[in-house]
């Protein structure tokens, strides 16, 4: 059975820290756009934003 070069787990492990790395920015980016679309407001804040679940 032939094993894998060690040349192919270094450049499987920069594609796999890369789409981390790639998918951490655009969770990172989608939650940046949603709260800029949606502020929390303070004055009707619900009984969660209060710390009442």
Same mark, same amino acid.
């Given at each position: 059975?032939?094993?894998?070069?060690?040349? %192919?787990?270094?450049? $499987? /492990?920069?594609? *796999? @820290? %890369? $789409?981390?790395? +790639?998918?951490? +920015?655009?969770?990172?980016?989608? /939650? *940046?756009?949603?709260?800029?679309?949606?502020? =929390?407001? =303070?004055?009707?804040?619900? @009984?969660? +934003?209060?710390?009442?679940?």
């Amino acid at each position: 059975m032939h094993l894998p070069s060690r040349r %192919a787990g270094v450049r $499987l /492990t920069l594609l *796999y @820290g %890369a $789409l981390l790395v +790639a998918s951490g +920015a655009v969770l990172l980016a989608l /939650t *940046y756009l949603l709260v800029l679309r949606f502020p =929390a407001d =303070a004055s009707s804040s619900t @009984g969660w +934003a209060r710390g009442q679940m």
